[in-house]
């Protein structure tokens, strides 16, 4: 007899669900919290909030909403184009980065034929999509959390069509250093692709010439977000740049109207706040600092950053998880990510950071107490 789980595609069947942070409201409901109350340093979201020229372009834009956007987003990836000096055939917009990484699947990879490789602790949707796609997805070692760039180009293989490099990575916050990245970008054969995600490219000091790829025609696609520095994550906009041929061919799996009207408004004006965008810098690069000088005072092993979160060790990061939540903090437990030991901590307001701090002592005692009275 079949049934209903018979008729589901086996990459669906076989699919882990990805795991996002914990919303504000839940928590609310679940330990009885106002919202205001809490505080979600959960999901590397922009600490200041979005920029106040993309508010006002939201609400100036908000009398429109009953018309569809414009299906081919124009003027946001002419803005988008002026911003990289590149050409608007370089730009395909998507709902949030995670589209495009959708869309490279949907047009490089047949199922069951080829493979992706990614690095060991790498965002987890590239797993994720590969399950959906039936394609095996093959992990690279990554010593000390850092891509190890030798191991993936030796584990290229003849059916390697999509090569996912996160740099600065989430959920480790590492980054490549730009002459080892150029070398490894020379040196990919012309049936790859590498989809070079730069989702925290905007927090670092010395980000690499990617652009300059694009625009030289290698096989590149460049994953780029509003949701990060731009503080648009509410409203899932993102964008690849790609040689015009890559570009093309995503334009075509692309669903017409993903990028919604309000969002399209919000990310042309954001584009144009260079004050916003300096204020996010300064604040997430002392926020950052800040926790890694104190967890180093805490004895607590960390990685350093170089994006706006910093992955911490912490002994049970379940258990510290939710004793955060008990006092209004949500933080993002990396289980999920094979590393149940650690957890990672978004870079809040300064006065977040100081609140978090002030806490952490009593929630780790609180963790380590429940622990040693379970052992016993």
Request: with cysteine; aromatic share 6%.
């Amino acid at each position: 007899m079949t049934t209903l789980e018979d008729l589901v595609n086996p990459g669906i069947r076989a699919l882990t669900p990805y795991e996002p942070g914990k919303p504000i409201e839940e928590l609310a409901r679940e330990q009885g919290f106002a919202p205001e109350e809490i505080c979600k340093l959960a999901s590397n979201e922009n600490p200041l909030g979005p920029s106040p020229l993309a508010l006002e372009a939201i609400r100036q834009a908000l009398p429109r909403v009953h018309l569809y956007p414009d299906g081919a987003g124009r003027l946001l990836r002419e803005a988008i184009a002026r911003h990289h000096d590149l050409s608007i055939e370089n730009v395909v917009l998507g709902n949030g980065s995670n589209e495009i990484i959708e869309l490279l699947f949907h047009v490089f990879v047949s199922p069951r034929a080829h493979e992706v490789l990614c690095s060991r602790h790498a965002f987890a949707v590239y797993r994720l999509m590969a399950q959906l796609f039936e394609t095996p997805c093959r992990e690279t070692p990554d010593p000390g959390f850092r891509h190890d760039l030798g191991a993936m180009r030796k584990a290229i293989g003849p059916n390697t069509r999509l090569i996912f490099l996160t740099s600065p990575n989430n959920p480790t916050g590492t980054r490549i250093p730009n002459g080892e990245l150029a070398e490894f970008v020379r040196t990919i054969p012309r049936h790859v692709v590498l989809a070079l995600d730069e989702a925290y490219v905007d927090f670092l000091d010395d980000p690499p010439p990617s652009v300059s790829w694009v625009r030289e025609g290698k096989n590149i696609v460049l994953l780029r977000t509003f949701s990060k520095m731009h503080g648009l994550a509410g409203l899932r906009i993102g964008y690849g740049l790609a040689p015009a041929p890559i570009a093309s061919w995503l334009q075509r799996a692309r669903q017409p109207f993903n990028a919604n009207l309000l969002a399209q408004a919000a990310a042309i004006a954001a584009l144009e706040d260079r004050e916003h965008t300096e204020a996010t810098r300064r604040v997430v690069r002392e926020g950052r600092l800040r926790l890694e000088e104190s967890f180093g005072r805490l004895g607590l092993e960390y990685v350093p950053s170089a994006g706006n979160f910093v992955m911490v060790r912490v002994g049970d990061g379940e258990a510290l998880f939710a004793s955060l939540l008990r006092r209004g903090w949500i933080v993002r437990p990396l289980r999920s990510y094979g590393l149940p030991e650690w957890i990672r901590v978004s870079v809040g307001t300064p006065r977040q950071v100081t609140n978090f701090l002030a806490i952490l002592p009593a929630a780790l005692h609180d963790t380590r107490g429940r622990a040693a009275r379970t052992a016993e």
